[in-house]
């Protein structure tokens, strides 16, 4: 059975940094691609940052570039993002999750859609205090 368990999330005054991170057990991460996504209440679910099973491809949506780092630990089984002078609009439930099928890896298209995407986390609440 594949468990991911987000953590790290909290209250950050706008401008300040926030490291959340994603266990996964039940499979070997490095066979799969990985992402972060996003929820604010009542919008819809969006892709924040894609890496790649190797963490050599990255991919960022254009609001967080420059501010947000994803990267892995692939022997700790465990998935981070990096969150540098957040914006209240960063306000979310955070999740991790793992790609549904092995594809090659195209960032854009995978940070696209949940749909790609099979194994979540019960996510982390990031809240951002202007």
């Known amino acids: 059975q594949v468990q991911a368990v987000e953590s790290g999330g909290g209250l950050v005054q706008a401008g300040g940094s926030l490291n959340i991170s994603c266990t996964v057990s039940g499979l070997t991460l490095e066979d799969y691609h990985m992402g972060w996504f996003r929820q604010a209440p009542g919008k819809a679910r969006e892709g924040v940052a894609c890496i790649s099973w190797s963490g050599v491809g990255t991919y960022y949506r254009d609001s967080v570039k420059g501010r947000f780092t994803i990267s892995r630990d692939n022997a700790k089984s465990t998935l981070y993002l990096q969150m540098d002078n957040v914006k209240p609009e960063d306000t979310a439930m955070y999740y991790c999750?793992?790609?549904?099928?092995?594809?090659?890896?195209?960032?854009?298209?995978?940070?696209?859609?949940?749909?790609?995407?099979?194994?979540w986390g019960q996510g982390t609440q990031v809240t951002v205090s202007a």
């Open positions: 999750a793992a790609e549904r099928e092995t594809q090659v890896w195209n960032g854009r298209q995978l940070c696209s859609s949940s749909s790609f995407f099979a194994y």
